[in-house]
């Protein structure tokens, strides 16, 4: 995949969170190179994870009731 569309996927996926309420953040370490961020909002939670040589976060949308 290609930078640019990988940096537009991540910012779609980032738009996701517009208009949401945000009711919790967690952040927790995977391993040296690696961490998460939970984001709880009131329609379900988005997980980034983060590691030292991407350009870009993975992102994981769980909702709530699907």
Partial sequence: ???NE????????LQKLIGKTIVDIRF?????DCWRLYITTD????????CKDWMCPVVEH???NP
């Avoid at 927790?28 to 040296?32: G, T």
């Fill in 62 to 64: 769980r909702n709530k």
């Fill in 43 to 50: 329609s379900g939670k988005m997980v980034m994870t983060f």
């Fill in 28 to 32: 927790k370490p995977q391993n040296s």
């Fill in 6 to 13: 990988h940096m537009q996927e991540c910012q779609e996926a």
């Fill in 1 to 3: 995949m290609e930078i």
